[in-house]
């Protein structure tokens, strides 16, 4: 059973960073890919970053490059790993739930499309300072 648990939101200064992780566990797909997605009020839920489990390879959504990246970790227990989503200069429309979750194949997750993801966390909230 695939287990995401997301971790590291809370209140930022317009301007500071930010850092996410997503602890994936029971993940035993080599060739899968781990997305963090976010969902303002009111707003469609949308694609941020995108890794590949294996290899590490990133996709950025167009709108989020420059200030948002991906990396990820493996741990001992090679079923689990960590992925980060570094969050720079933060603006006033970035305060979402930002979710992590899995894609098996790797299509919907590279194309930011939350719809084809599979297994989900129960969010972290990011909340921007006025």
């Known amino acids: 059973q695939v287990q995401l648990v997301e971790s590291g939101g809370g209140l930022v200064q317009p301007g500071g960073s930010l850092r996410l992780s997503c602890v994936v566990s029971?993940?035993?797909?080599?060739?899968?890919?781990i997305g963090w997605f976010r969902q303002a009020p009111g707003k469609e839920r949308e694609g941020v970053a995108c890794i590949g489990v294996s290899d590490g390879s990133t996709y950025i959504q167009d709108s989020m490059k420059g200030r948002f990246d991906i990396y990820r970790d493996i741990s001992r227990d090679k079923d689990t790993y960590t992925a980060y989503l570094s969050i720079l200069k933060m603006r006033s429309d970035d305060p979402a739930d930002y979710y992590c979750?899995?894609?098996?194949?790797?299509?919907?997750?590279?194309?930011?499309?939350?719809?084809?993801?599979?297994?989900w966390g129960q969010g972290t909230r990011v909340t921007v300072s006025v």
């Open positions: 979750a899995t894609d098996p194949l790797g299509v919907s997750c590279i194309r930011g499309n939350w719809i084809g993801m599979n297994d």
């Open positions: 029971g993940f035993t797909l080599k060739d899968g890919y």
